[in-house]
C-alpha cells in the first residue's frame, strides 16, 4: 500500500495508526482495550511491511516505558489506549515530560470513573490537561473531531512533539475512533525525524555520552530545569493555540465544545438559526494550551448573552471557560455521562432559555 | 440533494454494519459526504448490532442519529426500539420473514419484504440485507444503483468479487419489490 486513493472511507482508529506511519512512526506499543484495538491491529499487520516494530506490550504501564525509551533513542514512537489503559500510563508521562522526550500518545476515552463502560465521554479532560502524574509539567493536548482530522493531528502531533521535545496527548473518544468518513491523505513534509543531537544513540567513541533522565538531586539544578521546562511551556502556550470559532460576530450564545460534542452543537445551530437564535461555537482543537483569548473576545462580544459549555462529562473544560470568560458573562454548563450523549433537542432547550429567558419570542 | 439519514438494525452476523457502510461507500463515490456510526458497546455484546449512515451533500455535523428518514429492521427487536426515530413520512423497511410484527407507527411508508426467504431461495443468506438496500434505494433515491455496484467492488475482498453480480440480482429484487 504505497498511497491510498483521494478520499477513502476510514476508521477513525485506523485514520490514527496509518497517519502515524505516514508521519514516520516506525515503533509502536500498545495493549489492547476497547474502544481503540484497531490501532493496534492495523500496526501489527502495516508496521511490518515498512520496516517498523509492531510489539504487544504485558501492560499499559510497560508499553508507555518502551516509549520512553524508543523516544531516547531518537525514535518516533507511540502508544495509544483508552481511558483506564491511560490512567495507568500517568507515571511515565510525568518521566517523560521530566526527561523531555519527544513521543504521541492517543486516548480513545471511554467512560468513567474505574472501569466504567465503553462507550465514548469527556471524562478525562482534567487528566488531560492538567496532569494525572506528578510534578509541575503540560502535555500538548489535541482534540479532533472528525476523522479526517484525527489523520491530520496525528501527522502534526509527531511535528510538534519533535519540536519541543514533549509529550503530545490526542484526545478522542469511543465515537471518533469507531465511525468511518472520508479521509484524504495528506503527504507529510517531514516523514523523517528532524535531527536529535540530544539522543542517546551510541557515541563511536567520538563525544561525551548524552544523558536521558528525569533526576536532578541537586536543588538548584533542578529549579533550573523546572524553569527550562516551564519556559518551553509558555512557548508552547504562545505558538501553538489552536481553535476554530465560528458565528460568534453577532451571536447571543456561544457555545464551547471539542471532539464529538462539537459535531453534535453544529446541528443544534442550525436548527436554532431556524428559531431566529444565532448561536456561536468555538471549538477548542489544542485543549492545552486552551484557546482563552479567543474565549475571552467571544464573551466580550455586547450580543453575547451567555456561554453554554456542551461537554460529556459533570463539567471540566467549563472550568477553563470561566477562567477565560473572568465574569464577563455568565457561563452554564450541560453535560451527560456514562455513555450518554446530550441530544440536539435537550442543547438547543439549554439555548433557548438563555436567549429568550421569558419563553417569549 | 437531501441528506439521507439511515438507521440498520439487527442481530450480529446478519450484515448490519456491512449494510450501512455499503450505504457510506456508496454515497461516498458520488462525491457526497458520509458517515457511518457503528454500535460497538454493550448492545453489541448482547447479540445485537446497528449503525448510523449519512450521506449528504453538507458537511456532516453530529454523525450520532436522533432521527431518521428510514429504518431497517432486521429483527424484532430492532423494530420496537427504532421505529420512534423515523420521521414523519419517512421509510420503515423491514425483513418480513424474521419480523411478522408490524410497526406501531402509522405516519410512514412500511415496505415489508420476506428478504430473508428470498435470500434462502437465492442459496445466501447475507443477500437479506443486500435486497432491503435496493429496496432503501428505490424509496429513497439516496444512492444510485451504479455507486453501490462499485461499492461492491470496493469493500467485498477480491476473493468474493465474483459473487457481485448475484449480489446485483439481490438489489435489484429489492428494488422491485420495493415498490413504485
Same mark, same amino acid.
Given at each position: ?88 500510563? $500517568?507515571?511515565?508521562?510525568?518521566? *517523560? #515530560?521530566?526527561? !523531555?522526550?519527544? =513521543?504521541?500518545? @492517543?486516548? &480513545? ?120 521546562? $516551564?519556559?518551553?511551556?509558555?512557548? *508552547? #502556550?504562545?505558538? !501553538?493555540?489552536? =481553535?476554530?470559532? @465560528?458565528? &460568534? ?113 | ?180
Amino acid at each position: 500500500m504505497d498511497r491510498l486513493p483521494d478520499r477513502v472511507l476510514m476508521k477513525g482508529n485506523e485514520a490514527i495508526a496509518e497517519a502515524a506511519i505516514r508521519a514516520g512512526c516506525r515503533h509502536y506499543f500498545g495493549y489492547p482495550i476497547t474502544p481503540q484495538t484497531e490501532i493496534a491491529h492495523y500496526m501489527a499487520k502495516r508496521m511490518k511491511s515498512v520496516g517498523g516494530v509492531f510489539l504487544q506490550a504485558e501492560s499499559e504501564v510497560a508499553a508507555i516505558n518502551m516509549v520512553y525509551g524508543a523516544a531516547g533513542a531518537g525514535a518516533r514512537v507511540m502508544t495509544t489506549s483508552s481511558s483506564p489503559g491511560i490512567s495507568l500510563k $500517568q507515571e511515565g508521562f510525568s518521566y *517523560i #515530560a521530566g526527561a !523531555e522526550l519527544p =513521543c504521541v500518545v @492517543v486516548n &480513545v476515552a471511554r467512560c468513567g470513573p474505574g472501569l466504567g463502560g465503553i462507550l465514548p465521554a469527556q471524562g478525562d479532560y482534567f487528566q488531560a490537561t492538567k496532569g494525572g502524574g506528578h510534578g509541575d509539567y503540560r502535555n500538548a493536548v489535541l482534540a479532533p473531531a472528525s476523522v479526517q482530522e484525527l489523520y491530520q493531528l496525528t501527522v502534526e502531533a509527531f511535528d510538534l512533539a519533535d519540536r519541543y521535545r514533549v509529550l503530545v496527548l490526542i484526545l478522542a473518544d469511543g465515537t471518533l475512533g469507531q465511525m468511518m468518513e472520508p479521509v484524504s491523505h495528506l503527504e507529510p513534509k517531514d516523514a523523517t525525524a528532524a535531527g536529535k543531537p540530544w539522543a542517546t544513540v551510541g557515541t563511536g567513541g567520538k563525544r561525551f555520552h548524552n544523558t536521558i533522565t528525569s533526576i536532578y538531586i541537586d536543588p538548584e539544578r533542578l529549579e533550573a530545569h523546572n524553569l527550562h521546562l $516551564q519556559a518551553k511551556y509558555a512557548k *508552547i #502556550a504562545r505558538n !501553538e493555540v489552536r =481553535c476554530e470559532s @465560528v458565528g &460568534v460576530e453577532g451571536a447571543e450564545v456561544v457555545v464551547t465544545a471539542f471532539g464529538t460534542t462539537a459535531r453534535i452543537v453544529r446541528n443544534v445551530i442550525r436548527q436554532a438559526a431556524e428559531e431566529g437564535i444565532k448561536v456561536g461555537l468555538i471549538r477548542p482543537i489544542t485543549l492545552w494550551p486552551f484557546p482563552s483569548e479567543a474565549v475571552a473576545a467571544a464573551a466580550a462580544h455586547p450580543s453575547v448573552k451567555a456561554l453554554l459549555s456542551v461537554e460529556l462529562n459533570a463539567g471540566q473544560m467549563v472550568e477553563d471557560v470561566r477562567l477565560a470568560v473572568n465574569g464577563a458573562k455568565p457561563v452554564q454548563f450541560h453535560g451527560r455521562m456514562g455513555g450518554m450523549l446530550p441530544t440536539q433537542r435537550e442543547i438547543l432547550e439549554r439555548i433557548r432559555a438563555i436567549a429568550r429567558p421569558e419563553g417569549g419570542t | 440533494m437531501r441528506p439521507l439519514e439511515v438507521v440498520v438494525s439487527g442481530f450480529g452476523g446478519q450484515g448490519v454494519l456491512s449494510a450501512g457502510r455499503l450505504v457510506a461507500a456508496a454515497g461516498l463515490l458520488e462525491g457526497r459526504e458520509v458517515s457511518w456510526l457503528p454500535s460497538y458497546g454493550p448492545e453489541m455484546r448482547g447479540g445485537t448490532a446497528n449503525c448510523h449512515v449519512i450521506v449528504s451533500d453538507e458537511p456532516i455535523g453530529s454523525p450520532v442519529l436522533n432521527e431518521c428518514d428510514a429504518l431497517i429492521a432486521l429483527n424484532a427487536p430492532s423494530l420496537e426500539k427504532f421505529e420512534s426515530m423515523v420521521r414523519p413520512g419517512g421509510t420503515i423497511l423491514i425483513d418480513r420473514t424474521l419480523v411478522p410484527e408490524a410497526p406501531a407507527r402509522s405516519d410512514v411508508r412500511l415496505i415489508a419484504i420476506e428478504a430473508s426467504a428470498k435470500a434462502s431461495e437465492m442459496g445466501n443468506m447475507t443477500y437479506a440485507g443486500v435486497i432491503l438496500l435496493g429496496a432503501l434505494a428505490q424509496a429513497t433515491g439516496g444512492f444510485r444503483r451504479d455507486s453501490f455496484e462499485k461499492a461492491l467492488a470496493e469493500i467485498l475482498p477480491a476473493s468474493k468479487h465474483a459473487l457481485i453480480p448475484e449480489e446485483m440480482e439481490a438489489f435489484d429484487l429489492g428494488r422491485t419489490l420495493a415498490g413504485p
